[in-house]
DNA sequence: TCTCTCATT
C-alpha cells in the first residue's frame, strides 16, 4: 500500500491538525511528482489542486518540449478554470493557457497548458494513440467516472509503458477512491491537499419515512421556521417532483401559523431542460427578509453552484440511468444515492460558511448505502467504446485493462452489433466502414444511418437527423400546455414519425432570420438551446463527411430513401405491429410501447424503428418511424435471417 | 389509455 500524506504533504499517521493551502506544499509536492510517474491527488473542495498545480508544473520546467493537459468531465468547467488560470498567471487566454471543448478551441501551438474535456482527449488518443505533445497528463474529478475518464485511465497506464520515462500522470480525485487509483496504477504515491470548505453538520431522522417527497416538504417548513438566515437547497428525482413540490411548499407554508406567509419564501426550480433564462433565478438573492428554496435534480451535486446555501435537505434518491445488456434496453429508476453522494450534496450547504445538511433518512441506512455509484462504463452501451478500442488496436476488448471490468455480455453485445452494422469483419477487425464510422463523433447506430443515407441519396437529411437524434429533445411540453404544444407543431408533423418531423422543424429553424430564432421557438414550444446545438453538431459532421469523401446529396421531397437510411443502423430496433397495439421487436421477441412524447403515439404504423428503448413505468419506444416490414431483411440480411418469419 | 436524472465527442 503507497503511503497516505495529508496536510502539508508530510506523513500523516492519524490527525491532520495543520489546514493549509497548496502554495506551501508546493516543493515537497514537486519533489514527490518527480519521484514517480503517476500520483494520486486527492484535493478537497477549494484546495487549489486544478488550478495551482499545473501553474507548479509549468514553472518547474516539467512541461518542457511540450504541454501540460488538465482534463475535465464537463466543458463549462475546463472553460472557466482555464480563464482563471489565465488570469492568474497574467496572460491571454488562448496564449499559454487555453482551453479545448467540443465546437470551442481556445488553444495554439503555444498553448504549455490545456484544459480539455475528458471526451476531447480520447478523441486526440483516437488520432495520435501516444498522444505526444503531452508531458504530464493530469485527470481532474477522476472520481466522477464518467466514461471517457475511464478510458483514459488505460490509455494513459498503457502510454506510460510506450513512454518510459516520458509522461507525468496525475490522478486527482475528491474522495477516498484514491487507494483502488493507487492500487491500479501501481502509483507510488497519495497525496492529499487539505481544501478550505466550511464544516457542515449532518443530521439524521430517528425513523425512515414513508414519503420522501412529503419529508422534505416538511423539512423545507420546520428549517424555514427554525433556522437562522440562509438558502434551502432539496434534491429531488426529477421535473415532475419539482412541479409538485412548487406548488405544495406555498401552499402549506400559508397555512402555517407563526410564519409571515408564502411571501417569505422564494421557490426557485433547476434542472437542466429548464430553459436558461429561468435558470439563471437561481443566482439571483432573494429579496431582502427572504429565503431562496430551490428545488434540484442532481444538476446541483456537481455542475451548478447555487450561492448562498446554508441548509441541504437530502432525501436519498437520485434518477439513474442503467443499461441492460440482456435487452438492449435503457431504464431510468428511482435508486438510492450511494454514500459518496451523500457527502457532495451535503458539502453544497459549505461553500459560504458553517451550513447544515439534512438527511431524512436514519444514519443506519446511510451506512448500508453503496460507497460509490456505479462507474458509467457499467451502466451504458458499450458499442462507442468497443469501435474506439478497435481503433486503438485492442484486438482483445474483453481482456482489456479496465478499472472496472464492464460485464463480458455488454461487451460481446456490443461487438455482435459492430459487426451486423459491418463496423467490424468476421475476425473481429474494423472495416474501412469501421473505420469512418469511427471518425464520426456520434453513436455508431447513428453514424451507420449516415453513410447509408449517402450510398441512398439523402445525405443532406440524414446529416440533419442525426445531428438532432444528439442533441437533447427538440419539443419542450410544459405542463398542462400538451393541447396548445400540439397546435403548435402540427405544421411540421410528418406521418412517417419522428425523425423527418425533426427534419422539418429544422428546415423551417434556419428559414428563420438568426436574431427572431429564440422567440421563433418560444412561441412554438420548441427547444432554442437544442436546435441551436443541432445546427453546430451538423456542421461538425458535415466537415468530417467531407473529409471522408462522402458526397452530400438530397432526396427532395422523397422519404424512403430516409426511412431506409435510418433502418440500416437503427434495425435492431425494428418492431412489428401486435393485435394489442404494442409491438414485438424482431430482435428480442419483446414487446414495446410507442412513447407518449412520440408523433406516432396512438398511430399504430405496421412497423417501426427507433432509436431508444426506454423502460420506466413500462418499456417504451422513443423517436420513432413507420418503415415498410419488407425493408427489414434486405437492411441487415445477416442479423434478420430466420428471424423475420412471415413478416 | 400519457413521459423526459446528468454529462460528452
Known amino acids: 500500500m503507497p503511503e497516505v500524506i495529508s496536510g502539508t504533504v508530510t506523513k500523516a499517521s492519524g490527525d491532520v491538525t495543520k489546514r493549509l493551502p497548496i502554495a506551501e506544499t508546493r516543493n515537497?509536492?514537486?519533489?514527490?511528482?518527480?519521484?514517480?510517474?503517476?500520483?494520486?491527488?486527492?484535493?478537497?473542495?477549494?484546495?487549489?489542486?486544478?488550478?495551482?498545480?499545473?501553474?507548479?508544473?509549468?514553472?518547474?520546467?516539467?512541461?518542457?518540449?511540450?504541454?501540460?493537459?488538465?482534463?475535465?468531465?464537463?466543458?463549462?468547467?475546463?472553460?472557466?478554470?482555464?480563464?482563471?488560470?489565465a488570469q492568474e498567471m497574467g496572460v491571454k487566454l488562448g496564449s499559454e493557457v487555453g482551453y479545448n471543448?467540443?465546437?470551442?478551441?481556445?488553444?495554439?501551438?503555444?498553448?504549455?497548458?490545456?484544459?480539455?474535456?475528458?471526451?476531447?482527449?480520447?478523441?486526440?488518443?483516437?488520432?495520435?494513440?501516444?498522444?505526444?505533445?503531452?508531458?504530464?497528463?493530469?485527470?481532474?474529478?477522476?472520481?466522477?467516472?464518467?466514461?471517457?475518464?475511464?478510458?483514459?485511465?488505460?490509455?494513459?497506464?498503457?502510454?506510460q509503458v510506450r513512454r518510459q520515462k516520458d509522461l507525468k500522470v496525475i490522478v486527482m480525485s475528491?474522495?477516498?477512491?484514491?487507494?483502488?487509483?493507487?492500487?491500479?496504477?501501481?502509483?507510488?504515491?497519495?497525496?492529499?491537499?487539505?481544501?478550505?470548505?466550511h464544516p457542515v453538520q449532518v443530521l439524521y431522522l430517528p425513523e425512515p419515512v414513508d414519503s420522501y417527497l412529503d419529508a422534505v416538504l416538511k423539512a423545507v417548513l420546520q428549517i424555514h421556521a427554525q433556522q437562522p438566515a440562509g438558502d434551502i437547497l432539496a434534491f429531488l428525482t426529477g421535473q415532475e417532483e419539482i412541479d409538485t413540490l412548487q406548488r405544495l411548499i406555498p401552499e402549506r407554508a400559508g397555512q402555517m401559523s407563526g410564519l409571515d406567509g408564502p411571501e417569505k419564501l422564494v421557490i426557485v426550480p433547476i434542472f437542466a431542460a429548464l430553459p436558461p433564462e429561468q435558470q439563471a433565478r437561481v443566482f439571483e438573492d432573494a429579496p431582502a427578509g427572504s429565503r431562496k428554496v430551490i428545488?434540484?435534480?442532481?444538476?446541483?451535486?456537481?455542475?451548478?453552484?447555487?450561492?448562498?446555501?446554508?441548509?441541504?435537505?437530502?432525501?436519498?434518491?437520485?434518477?439513474?440511468?442503467?443499461?441492460?445488456?440482456?435487452?438492449?434496453?435503457?431504464?431510468?429508476?428511482?435508486?438510492?444515492?450511494?454514500?459518496?453522494?451523500?457527502?457532495?450534496?451535503?458539502?453544497?450547504?459549505?461553500?459560504?460558511?458553517?451550513?447544515?445538511?439534512?438527511?431524512?433518512?436514519?444514519?443506519?441506512?446511510?451506512?448500508?448505502?453503496?460507497?460509490?455509484?456505479?462507474?458509467?462504463?457499467?451502466?451504458?452501451?458499450?458499442?462507442?467504446?468497443m469501435l474506439q478500442l478497435k481503433q486503438l488496436n485492442v484486438q482483445q476488448p474483453q481482456n482489456f485493462d479496465f478499472m472496472d471490468k464492464p460485464s463480458t455480455s455488454a461487451m460481446l453485445r456490443a461487438l455482435e452489433l459492430l459487426l451486423a452494422l459491418g463496423a467490424l469483419d468476421?475476425?473481429?477487425?474494423?472495416?474501412?466502414?469501421?473505420?469512418?464510422?469511427?471518425?464520426?463523433?456520434?453513436?455508431?447506430?447513428?453514424?451507420?444511418?449516415?453513410?447509408?443515407?449517402?450510398?441512398?441519396?439523402?445525405?443532406?437529411?440524414?446529416?440533419?437527423?442525426?445531428a438532432a437524434a444528439s442533441t437533447d429533445p427538440i419539443f419542450f411540453t410544459p405542463r398542462n400546455k400538451q393541447d396548445s404544444a400540439a397546435q403548435a407543431w402540427k405544421p411540421f408533423f410528418s406521418s412517417t414519425g419522428d425523425h423527418i418531423t425533426k427534419l422539418n422543424v429544422f428546415k423551417?429553424?434556419?428559414e428563420v432570420r438568426k436574431p427572431d430564432r429564440r422567440r421563433w421557438c418560444a412561441e412554438r414550444m420548441l427547444n432554442f438551446r437544442s436546435l441551436k446545438k443541432a445546427v453546430d453538431i451538423r456542421a461538425q459532421l458535415a466537415q468530417h463527411l467531407k473529409q471522408l469523401k462522402v458526397p452530400m446529396v438530397s432526396c427532395g421531397s422523397d422519404t424512403a430513401p430516409i426511412q431506409r437510411a435510418l433502418l440500416s443502423g437503427l434495425?435492431?430496433?425494428?418492431?412489428?405491429?401486435?393485435?394489442?397495439?404494442?409491438?414485438?421487436?424482431?430482435?428480442?421477441?419483446?414487446?414495446v410501447s410507442i412513447h407518449p412524447s412520440s408523433v406516432?403515439?396512438?398511430?399504430?404504423?405496421?412497423?417501426?424503428?427507433?432509436?431508444e428503448l426506454l423502460r420506466t413505468t413500462r418499456r417504451y419506444a422513443r423517436n420513432v418511424t413507420a418503415v415498410e416490414p419488407s425493408w427489414l431483411p434486405e437492411a441487415a440480411p445477416m442479423y434478420f435471417h430466420g428471424k423475420t418469419g412471415n413478416v
Request: hydrophobic fraction near 40%; proline fraction near 5%; glycine fraction near 6%.
Open 426 to 466: 468476421s475476425e473481429g477487425t474494423l472495416t474501412s466502414l469501421g473505420r469512418q464510422m469511427v471518425r464520426l463523433p456520434i453513436e455508431p447506430v447513428f453514424a451507420k444511418v449516415l453513410l447509408s443515407g449517402a450510398e441512398l441519396g439523402c445525405s443532406q437529411e440524414a446529416l440533419t437527423i442525426v
Open 508 to 510: 423551417s429553424f434556419l
Open 28 to 85: 515537497e509536492l514537486l519533489q514527490l511528482i518527480r519521484a514517480h510517474d503517476t500520483t494520486i491527488l486527492v484535493g478537497e473542495t477549494g484546495s487549489g489542486k486544478s488550478t495551482q498545480l499545473p501553474q507548479f508544473l509549468l514553472q518547474a520546467g516539467m512541461a518542457r518540449g511540450g504541454c501540460i493537459a488538465v482534463t475535465q468531465p464537463r466543458r463549462v468547467a475546463a472553460i472557466s478554470v482555464a480563464r482563471r488560470v
Open 295 to 385: 428545488l434540484a435534480t442532481n444538476i446541483a451535486e456537481t455542475s451548478i453552484t447555487v450561492p448562498g446555501v446554508r441548509y441541504v435537505v437530502d432525501p436519498g434518491f437520485v434518477k439513474a440511468r442503467s443499461y441492460s445488456s440482456r435487452t438492449g434496453a435503457d431504464s431510468l429508476q428511482v435508486v438510492p444515492i450511494s454514500k459518496a453522494q451523500a457527502r457532495q450534496r451535503s458539502g453544497r450547504a459549505g461553500r459560504e460558511g458553517p451550513g447544515v445538511a439534512f438527511r431524512l433518512y436514519k444514519e443506519e441506512t446511510f451506512q448500508s448505502l453503496p460507497a460509490a455509484t456505479v462507474p458509467e462504463i457499467q451502466r451504458v452501451s458499450l458499442t462507442s467504446l
Open 174 to 197: 475528491a474522495t477516498l477512491d484514491a487507494a483502488k487509483f493507487a492500487d491500479f496504477f501501481r502509483a507510488g504515491k497519495i497525496v492529499h491537499i487539505v481544501g478550505r470548505q
Open 600 to 611: 406516432l403515439h396512438g398511430r399504430k404504423p405496421r412497423c417501426i424503428v427507433f432509436d
Open 101 to 159: 471543448v467540443r465546437f470551442d478551441d481556445t488553444s495554439c501551438p503555444d498553448t504549455r497548458i490545456r484544459y480539455l474535456t475528458d471526451g476531447m482527449l480520447v478523441r486526440e488518443a483516437l488520432v495520435d494513440p501516444d498522444l505526444k505533445r503531452y508531458k504530464v497528463i493530469i485527470l481532474d474529478e477522476a472520481h466522477e467516472r464518467t466514461l471517457s475518464t475511464d478510458i483514459l485511465f488505460a490509455i494513459v497506464k498503457h502510454l
Open 571 to 591: 434495425f435492431i430496433n425494428a418492431a412489428i405491429l401486435l393485435p394489442d397495439n404494442t409491438y414485438r421487436l424482431q430482435a428480442s421477441s419483446q414487446t
